[in-house]
Nanobody, 130 residues
Framework: QVQLVESGGGLVQPGGSLRLSCVAS????????IGWFRQAPGKDREGVSC????????YYTDSVKGRFTVSINNAKNTTSLRMNSLKPEDTGVYYC???????????????????????WGQGTQVTVSS
């Protein structure tokens, strides 16, 4: 079965850290780039980060630069998003996604655009609150 499964979300206090994981099954991650998105209640889904499996190039939206780190472990077919110094505005459902096939193993050109991704995980909830 071809799928992406996120995990690692939860409730954390402001200033805390979480590590999200996205495990791919049914296909090989090293043939694709992986994007991370989030959706806060009542808001549109926002692109957070992307990592190219071709060369490890990463991209981050401005609001998370210096706090979030994306990585990929091709041996485990997993990508991770390490989130430090979390803020209440980081609250939302976090998704990993694969870009449409034309992009191959490279991230689409920044900024991250939702419509360029066509295969999604089910999401994991992150809540930053005291």
């Amino acid at each position: 079965q071809v799928q992406l499964v996120e995990s690692g979300g939860g409730l954390v206090q402001p200033g805390g850290s979480l590590r999200l994981s996205c495990v791919a099954s049914g296909f090989t991650l090293d043939d694709y780039a992986i994007g991370w998105f989030r959706q806060a209640p009542g808001k549109d889904r926002e692109g957070v980060s992307c990592i190219s499996s071709s060369d490890g190039t990463t991209y981050y939206t401005d609001s998370v630069k210096g706090r979030f780190t994306v990585s990929i472990n091709n041996a485990k077919n997993t990508t991770s998003l390490r989130m430090n110094s979390l803020k209440p505005e980081d609250t939302g459902v976090y998704y990993c996604a694969v870009p449409v096939a034309t992009f191959g193993a490279s991230c689409p050109e920044a900024p991250i655009k939702e419509y360029e991704y066509d295969f999604w995980g089910q999401g994991t909830q992150v809540t930053v609150s005291s």
